[in-house]
Structures are given as C-alpha cells and as structure tokens.
C-alpha cells in the first residue's frame, strides 16, 4: 500500500510540473509570452511593446512586458530573462543590451523548451540554434544609407563627428560601421576628425559627450551622426546649446516628437526611421508560430527609411511614425 501510495505521489508530482507549461492546443490556458525591452523609457521601446501587445490582442495571448528602466541596466535585463525562465513562460522576446552577455540565459531558456526570438539588436553568433527568429532592421546597410546621405549633404567634403552610442550593442555598432563604409565608399576625402567618443546609453550622458566633442570641434566640423534616439537626442540638445543648430548637416537614427519637431525646423537634417512596431509583433508572432508547429520567417529585416523634409509627410513614412493609427 505505501508502495502504492509513493508511485501515485510521484504521478501526480510530475503532472503538476507539466502544468506550469501551457500546451498550445489544450485550450487550458493563454500561452504568456514575455516581451523584454533594452530599456523602457525611449519612444522606441514604447512602441515596440504596442506591436507586441497588438500581436497578444490577434492571437488571444498574454503578453507580458517587463525590461530594465536605463539601457545600461545589463544586470537588471540578466534577472528579467532569468525570472522568466524560473516562471516557465512558453516564449521570450528579447532585444538584448549585450550581445554576449545575454547568450547563457537566452541558451538556458531553450534548454528549459522555451521559444526565444531576438529583436532589435543580434546576439553573437555562439547563441545558435537557441534562438529561433531574429527580427531587426539591417542595421550595417541603415547606416550605409545614412553615410551616404550625410556625404551627399556635405557636398563630399569637409570634416564629420560621429557620437557613438555604447558598447556590445550589435545594432548601434553596425550602424556605425555601417555608417563609415558609407562615408568611405561615397566620399573618401571626408575628413573623420572624431570616431571614438560614446555617448552612452541616457540622453544626459550623450549631452555631455557632445558638448566635449564640439567644445574641440564645433568651429571646424561641417558633419555629424548620431546611431540613435539618445544620442541624436543628445546631440541637438548641444547643438542648440552652442547655437550651431542648422548650421551643421545633421544625419541621426530613430524618433521622437522633439526630433521631429527639429527635423522640421531644419535643426537636423535626415533620421534613419526604424519600425518598432512590426519588431515587436513580428517576435511574438514568430514565437507563436514556433510553438504551434507553423511555418514563420527566421530572419526577418523590418527595414528603415531616411525621413527628410520631402518625405515626412508621405503615407509610407506616417505608417512608421503612427502605426497603431493605420
């Protein structure tokens, strides 16, 4: 009887356990899928998770929104990825603040029979089959276009800053080298006077960065790239500042309403638009798709487009800008 009693335990033990996964086809319960941010604070994110949750609302989903305050917060994204896991969620997307660091829980996850798509920015190459979707603009050919641009701005010459962003952040460093094979491929002669300096990952840090950097250059310069919202928000802040603003061909990457405000007031003169929304909806679905057992796409390029005064205005471009209004 107690043998009895000790196997009928055992049963039951396991059973639980496969509870806390949700089976696709059960009808038991919603799969959750854990939607994870670089940060939460920059527009970008905000209407990444918008995407996200509209994929939730199509496929009767929960989506479940969590990620680190400050993009600098590699520690912070560590616990979120990892507390997912401990949850059992059926499936994780993740933009990654590292993509090195982040590689032991996104492999840990899939250990665990967890989906895991990567979007925004890549992880290094070591991840391999543990993640099963990668959704982001191609970020080295964005910046190839805004080298392009800028040159073309520039007349192809003349002295160019570039404010980078921060380090282990596949998708900023590939706009930036994308960003210099554009320069170098269209204009040669362009002088390269600052290519090193790092705004880091807060609009208030990247100010400070660009105020040292035109504080030495400002009075020579004719150029500057910024690869993303904080500092190309940081960057106009400091060019207003030292009242060169419109002064100088300004190509940067992402938006918000005071750089589009900018952009109009001829402050800037081009940004890379990137589509956040799809990354977001595009990750869930993948995941979902995934786990069903459906046909998806793994390697998916959202895209990018160089908005200017003569675009702004243009259905394609106001799709960008306000997705969940189409």
Known sequence: MTRYLSSFSLFCFIALIGCNKTDPESG????????????????FWKSGEAGAKKAGQELGIEVIWKGPQQESDRAGQLKVVENFITQRVDGIALAPLDDKALVRPVKEAHAAGIKVAVWDSGLDESAGKAVISNVMTNNFAAGKECGKRLAS??????????????????????????????????????????????????????????????????????????????????????????????????????????????????????LAVQDPFRMGYTAVKNIVASIKGDPFEAEVDTGAVLLDLENIDSQEVQKLLSPSEQ
Request: hydrophobic share 40%; charged share 25%.
């Open 28 to 43: 038991n319960g919603k799969l959750r899928i854990a939607v994870i941010p670089k940060g939460t604070t920059h527009e």
């Open 153 to 270: 701005l520039m007349k192809n010459s003349g002295k160019i800053i570039m404010l980078r962003h921060a380090v282990n952040h596949a998708s900023t460093t590939n706009r930036e080298e994308g960003f210099l094979a554009g320069i170098k491929e269209s204009a040669p002669g362009i002088d390269l006077v600052s290519i090193d300096q790092r705004g880091g990952v807060s609009i208030d840090e990247a100010l400070k960065a660009s105020e040292n950097l035109l504080n030495q250059f400002g009075d020579s310069i004719q150029g500057v790239f910024t690869p993303n919202e904080s500092t190309t928000q940081g960057m106009l802040r400091a060019l207003e500042e030292a009242g060169l603003a419109g002064k100088i061909s300004f190509v940067g990457f992402d938006t918000n309403d005071s750089l589009l405000s900018a952009l109009r007031d001829k402050k800037i003169s081009a």
